[in-house]
Structures are given as C-alpha cells and as structure tokens.
C-alpha cells in the first residue's frame, strides 16, 4: 500500500471512529500498534476531529461561563495530544529516515511530510462533512448542489496531496547516492 493510501485508511477510520458517538470525551481507541507510524497519525488526525468540532460546534449555554471553560480546557487538552502526536510522528519518520536516508535533508523532509499530513487530515475531515451534507434530508437542493461542487474541488486536491504525501515519502526512504 502507499504510504497516501496507509494516511487515508488511518485518517478516515479515525474520523468514522470519532463520529462513531460525536462527542469528544470519548476515549479513543486506536487499533494500531503503538511506535508505528499510523498509530501516531491516528492520534493526530483524532486530536485534529475533536478540536475542530470544539472549535465549530460547541455550543456555550450556560449563563455563568462554566461550559466556555470546560471547552477551552477539552481544546487545551486535545491542542497538546496532537502536539505530542506529532512529536511522536516526526521521530517514527526520523527514525525511517535514518535507516534509509542519514542526511539531514531527509529530517527537514520529514517536517514537510507532517505537515502534508495535517493537510490530508483536515481535507478528509472537510470531506467527511460534505459527504453528510449531500444526504442530509433536510438540506435544500441549492444546499446539496453547493456541497457537490465543494466535495468535487476536495476530491482533485485530495489526489493532488496523496501525490505530495508519496512523493516526500518516496524522498525519504529514497537511498543517498
């Protein structure tokens, strides 16, 4: 498998996992094993679900604050667990690197591929929501139509960054000559 294929695999199981109860104080269970590198992007892209639902749709009823600051802590919270999964991340990358690749070029290269992961990750989520939007029954066909169009331009830069995620892998894992 490609390693765009492994991130797109990992990331919408995830995702799925994630919406699986929608709530992010749901414990995660990440069915990969631990040191690997799609255990780490699980986490990643796990953190990233739940901040942005944090982010865009909790709602803050309560008249004395007490909700605001809940979120603001679960946001912290989930903030420094995709910190740590990306350190976490870089190193199982590093490491490949070093195998493969000892230069030090193949360490800034590993910086490009986390963050191309970042960027496949919110994609997908983006598109996960898209998805749900086009059969949501009480959405307006102008609402579907806007929605269709949006999930087309995802799918072509969807493809667009699995070419990038396999070819910074490929550099990498690429032998020094």
């Known amino acids: 498998m490609t390693f765009s294929g492994i991130c797109n695999k ?3 199981m995830a995702i799925a996992n994630y919406h699986l109860l ?9 069915p990969f094993g631990k040191n690997t590198i799609e255990h ?15 982010e865009n749709h909790s709602p803050c009823t309560d008249a004395d604050g007490k909700g605001e600051t809940q979120i603001r802590q679960r946001l912290e919270t989930s ?8 350190k976490k991340a870089r190193q199982a990358i590093v490491l490949l690197c070093k195998t493969k690749n000892p230069q030090a070029e193949a360490c800034l ?17 983006q598109i ?3 998805s749900e939007q086009i059969i949501n029954p009480n959405a307006s ?6 929605c269709q169009q949006m999930l087309d331009e995802m799918i072509i830069q969807k493809t667009s960054l699995s070419i990038l995620l396999d070819q910074q892998m490929g550099q990498i894992c690429r032998e020094p000559k």
């Open 10 to 12: 990992v990331c919408n």
């Open 22 to 30: 929608n709530h992010t104080d749901r414990p995660k269970e990440n």
């Open 40 to 54: 780490f992007i699980y986490l990643k892209c796990w953190a990233h679900t739940a901040i942005w639902h944090l």
């Open 79 to 86: 903030r420094k667990e995709q910190d740590e999964a990306t």
């Open 109 to 125: 290269a590993a910086d490009r591929l986390i963050d191309t992961i970042n960027r496949f990750a919110d994609l997908l989520l």
């Open 128 to 130: 996960y929501h898209a």
């Open 141 to 146: 066909m102008e609402q579907i139509g806007k």
